[in-house]
């Protein structure tokens, strides 16, 4: 019942999957399809039963993330958006941190109706990098500007790469750029670099419909 | 030397103990769940730490270059908490994830009842888990409990193949080897056993179904230990393959029963190949110092 964008094509994970772990995709997606309530089950051994690292002809996936994924995709058509998000906050909070990420990108496949918001918010939370960039993906347009801007603070502070945030261009205003300043003040003073992202992002808020000419006169003033 | 410790609680240690462990070859390691010398007073207490130990301190050891494997348990010493009991009920969400390569640290703190109820308990948990278990000995009546140890295991029907022993000592060692299980030697500073006196029983009894590792946690204790006794092996005679053996090939050969290592078992023997050290560097947020 409910839709979800998976995060690559059946036959590109299929490809790189040998005779012996394609029978094991087809099982465990025969087990999800069966009974969505058994993704949680399937979650943990999905990795080791087909298997893991880069996938070819996808950019930056790792095969794991596309079949937990898959699974995620199987599990939402019997599901509406509400057992759906149930049964992804379970897989999220019992999960390892790869699980984690898995259920970060099955949202960003997500329909509107599906708002695991709070998810967002724990992985924003942690201090591991690959949760924070998932976190940053599509789904973040649902975060509020506050918890977003602290977003981009973060993939800053942490080192994962801006390219990965969703909406920068729209979403960048002023307030992300003083944030933005003041950070980058804070490693100029200590005689630190400065990440070259920090431009990025405030190219972007200069560049941002959200980013009004007389707030640059006042903050130029400030600066 | 390549490095596969087999016991070391690195929840409790810092990034230099990180980074002074790669130096000395250590590429892989086993963080057994075990007490933290707080007692915890609830189930929750535990679920945080096991999401731990698969979750941030799996990430904390990628970053130098380290995998990071666990064992998930309720130890023996808050088996007879009954407000910790419970969570004999969330152990099998644990051990259904990649990297926990076996159940433990189960086994004996005082002998009690209550230890020996959740003993057998999480014995069966790893039967139907396939898993090996990781099986501490206690401190005081070490002997005594050994006994115990292994009579449980031999109901249990879980292969000794599937069990170390640990913290064994010259008292103990015997039993545990006649019993066919993997015997397990924690090198510490002052306490359980040194490495000459390791050297002395690997000379003695050969490298079979030997684990040596450091079990440094939050006490006194030294998480180079491994690669010292490496070097003293070296001393006393013991060839380069020989060290191999017992500080990479029998850890792997172990836990490989569990079918969930996350480390390349033909690592190269400088360490070059396998660890994700180059890719995970940059960028984060430890080795930048940086904290929220």
Known sequence: MTEIRPLAADDTIRQALDDSAQAQLDALTAEVAEDPSRLGRTFPAAARRTGRGPLAGADDVLLEDAVRVSLVQTAARSLDPEALLAELREVYRYGDNDEKRAVLHALSGAPDDVDGTDLLLDALRTNDTRLVAAAMGPHSDRLDDDSWRQGVLKCLFTGVPVASVTGLARRADRELAEMVQRYRREREAAGRDVPLDVQVVLDACAASPEHHPEQDQHQQEDS | ?292
């Open chain 2, 1 to 292: 030397m390549r490095i596969f410790d087999p016991h070391i609680h690195m929840t409790s240690r810092t990034t230099d103990d990180y980074e002074a462990m790669y130096a000395s070859g250590v590429r892989a390691l086993v963080e057994p769940a075990f007490w933290l010398g707080q007692p915890r007073t609830t189930v929750g207490s535990f679920t945080d730490y096991f999401d731990a130990l698969v979750g941030w301190e799996r990430f904390r050891a990628s970053q130098f270059g380290i995998a990071h494997h666990c064992t998930i348990a309720l130890n023996p010493k808050e088996a007879n908490d009954p407000r910790c009991a419970e969570v004999l009920d969330v152990l099998p969400r644990y051990l259904a994830k990649d990297g926990v390569v076996a159940v433990g640290e189960v086994g004996f703190d005082s002998m009690t009842v209550e230890e020996e109820k959740a003993f057998v308990r999480q014995l069966e948990l790893a039967v139907e888990f396939e898993l090996p278990a990781m099986v501490h000995t206690p401190h005081r009546d070490k002997e005594q409990g050994t006994r115990r140890t292994l009579e449980l295991v031999t109901e249990s029907g879980l292969a000794p193949g599937m069990v170390v022993v640990d913290h064994l000592n010259e008292v103990t060692v015997d039993q545990v080897d006649e019993a066919g299980c993997w015997m397990g030697f924690s090198i510490y500073p002052d306490t359980k056993m040194d490495e000459h006196r390791m050297v002395a029983i690997l000379q003695r009894r050969g490298l079979d179904r030997v684990l040596v590792n450091s079990a440094a946690d939050w006490g006194r204790s030294d998480p180079l230990k491994t690669s010292k006794t490496g070097a003293a092996m070296l001393e006393a005679g013991f060839s380069a393959d020989d060290v191999d053996r017992v500080l990479w090939r029998n850890p792997i050969e172990f836990f490989g029963q569990s079918g969930r290592l996350l480390v390349d078992p033909d690592l190269a023997d400088d360490g070059s190949a396998g660890a994700d050290a180059s890719a995970t560097f940059e960028g984060n947020s430890i080795l930048r110092g940086s904290r929220d």
